[in-house]
């Protein structure tokens, strides 16, 4: 009898699509080199965004400028980067290593199972943290005056805390209960309101934004009000060109997933594009401090007074 016949099945989900169980014999020598290059992007990627995100978090805590809730939004969008930078690239640069050394699939299934849900995780948490800074950001030109007492410190921990336990819940109920409908009923469920949410918000604050401009341009505000709207016209394009990245970062996997998958035939096909297209999802969550030190003067210079102080500990 075979030995490779005693090996536990790898519940790989290329099977899902027709393709063969993986196996070590499906790398040629170009797929080697794709696999390859896509693990020294994201053993390259990971570090800085755990770096980047970190600075967010410090520089929100420890520069007043930023301490309001808007920042404090980032600062919880960076956490869920720093996950992401942590663990979830780690376990798919484990995968990939796997998948290039030709090690037999019962010895890697525990790891690229772990790591579709980190990435199905973060996915989903950053999208229900955006969907909160577009409310904010709503909020905060719709009813300048108002923010304050609208988008309480409560309010806002409470706000945090429901995103979290609308993504934790249905990783529990789906690790007691293993079921392909279940999980894209829960899927939805999560999803698609947030999306609706997201898109709702942004087109009603750019048209409110729009409004407000008019008022200005016809002097139908009042100085002080017209200062505080454009401080948060500000912040309300850094989070349209944070979304407009995450977007670009999602779409192609979306669009692998959706239109390409079908039309694929070859195992070695799938497997490669399927690696540059979550690399491009992680690679997402280096690019969000970066929009935020372009944007932000404070940014730049809480960045700077951090790395001033990382240096002068090395030097002592």
Not at 79 to 103: N, S
Not at 198 to 223: D, G, V
Request: charged share 15%; aromatic share 12%.
């Amino acid at each position: 009898m075979n030995s490779s016949s005693n090996l536990p099945r790898c519940d790989y989900h290329l099977k899902d699509f027709g393709f063969l169980e993986w196996r070590p014999n499906v790398l040629t020598s170009d797929t080697s080199v794709a696999l390859i290059s896509v693990t020294i992007v994201n053993l390259l990627v990971s570090p800085l965004t755990l770096f980047l995100n970190v600075l967010v978090v410090l520089a929100v805590k420890t520069t007043p400028q930023l301490r309001d809730k808007y920042h404090a939004l980032l600062a919880c969008l960076a956490g869920t980067d720093i996950m992401t930078g942590a663990l979830g690239q780690p376990l798919f640069v484990a995968e990939l290593i796997y998948r290039v050394t030709g090690r037999p699939p019962s010895e890697f299934c525990a790891i690229q199972d772990a790591a579709r849900k980190f990435i199905r995780t973060s996915l989903t948490s950053s999208l229900l943290h955006l969907t909160l800074i577009s409310i904010e950001r709503y909020i905060s030109i719709k009813f300048p005056f108002k923010h304050d007492d609208i988008v309480t410190k409560r309010r806002l921990i409470v706000s945090v805390i429901s995103a979290w336990w609308l993504l934790a819940f249905p990783m529990i109920l789906l690790s007691f209960y293993t079921n392909d409908v279940l999980r894209s009923i829960l899927l939805m469920l999560t999803t698609f309101p947030s999306i609706f949410i997201l898109i709702l918000c942004r087109i009603a604050t750019y048209y409110e934004a729009r409004n407000q401009m008019r008022k200005i341009k016809t002097q139908q505000m009042s100085p002080t009000a017209a200062a505080t709207f454009l401080k948060e016209r500000k912040a309300f394009k850094t989070t349209t060109f944070v979304i407009g990245v995450v977007l670009l970062c999602y779409l192609p996997n979306g669009l692998f997933r959706v239109v390409f998958v079908p039309l694929i035939s070859s195992p070695e096909t799938f497997l490669v594009t399927e690696a540059f297209t979550l690399t491009l999802l992680f690679c997402n969550s280096v690019f969000n401090p970066v929009i935020y030190c372009a944007r932000s003067r404070e940014y730049r210079r809480a960045f700077k007074k951090l790395l001033r102080r990382v240096n002068y500990v090395q030097a002592v």
